[in-house]
């Protein structure tokens, strides 16, 4: 079956406590992306890839690093989380670029910072 | 600046009557795409619907269409027949270069039997 996969799903830590999101995609698909969900905001992209190696930043990339070491995998590594960072995260992939494909997502992580 | 604008933070529809979701986006790009995805209460995000800027007709995909009128920059959703199970928040996106996606704030739907 096609997905996008995250873990965790929940997941409450104090501020500091590093902590990584995984992302992984088996549709062989070279987009993936990142996204916050906070209400009244929409879904902000945080940030994307295009392919291995390629990397770069969304419209909230603060506080959030990135990798994309392996086409199926793009983790979400929050060095130092702070309270502000507690959302809704969603990790997409896409088919296609410039702007034709659309986002199949993952079943979001929501994380709680206390 | 690249933005969405849904006006609309929340709607009702009858059950079995058509509504349409407004959204309006902005950018200076000449190619791009429109999405639409529905999020329900169980939290997943789903694809409904894709136009493309340089399409020419109106995208539709059974029951929903999207009514794209390029001049004035909209791009609404319309749903017709609505079901209870089309309860949920829709959110209005734009995909100006392919790198980056922009969404709208959403708007609530409620279906009332």
């Known amino acids: 079956e096609a997905q996008v996969t995250q873990n965790p799903r929940y997941l409450i830590t104090v501020t500091g406590k590093k902590l990584t999101v995984t992302c992984s995609q088996n549709?062989?698909?070279?987009?993936m992306s990142w996204y916050r969900q906070d209400p009244g905001l929409g879904l902000r992209q945080i940030y994307y890839?295009?392919?291995?190696?390629?990397?770069d930043k969304g419209d909230v990339p603060e506080g959030y690093k990135v990798s994309r070491k392996e086409k199926r995998n793009f983790p979400l590594i929050l060095e130092s989380p702070s309270p502000n960072q507690t959302s809704l995260y969603f990790c997409?992939?896409?088919?296609?670029?410039?702007?034709?494909?659309?986002?199949?997502f993952g079943e979001g992580s929501r994380l709680t910072v206390l | 600046a690249q933005k969405i604008t849904q006006t609309q933070p929340g709607m009702f529809v009858q059950e079995k009557e058509a509504v349409t979701l407004d959204c309006t986006y902005d950018?200076?790009?000449?190619?791009?795409?429109l999405f639409w995805y529905k999020q329900p209460s169980s939290g997943e995000m789903i694809f409904l619907i894709y136009?493309?800027?340089?399409?020419?007709q109106n995208a539709t995909e059974g029951r929903y269409s999207l009514n794209f009128q390029k001049a004035r920059k909209s791009a609404n959703l319309v749903i017709s027949a609505s079901q209870l199970g089309d309860s949920a928040m829709y959110f209005c996106?734009?995909?100006?270069?392919?790198?980056?996606?922009?969404f709208g704030a959403g708007t609530r739907l409620f279906v009332k039997a």
């Open positions: 997409a992939s896409s088919l296609a670029t410039g702007g034709h494909g659309e986002l199949f």
């Open positions: 549709m062989n698909h070279e987009y």
């Open positions: 890839s295009m392919n291995v190696e390629v990397t």
């Open positions: 950018t200076s790009d000449q190619s791009y795409g």
């Open positions: 136009q493309g800027s340089y399409d020419e």
């Open positions: 996106a734009m995909s100006p270069r392919g790198f980056k996606t922009i």
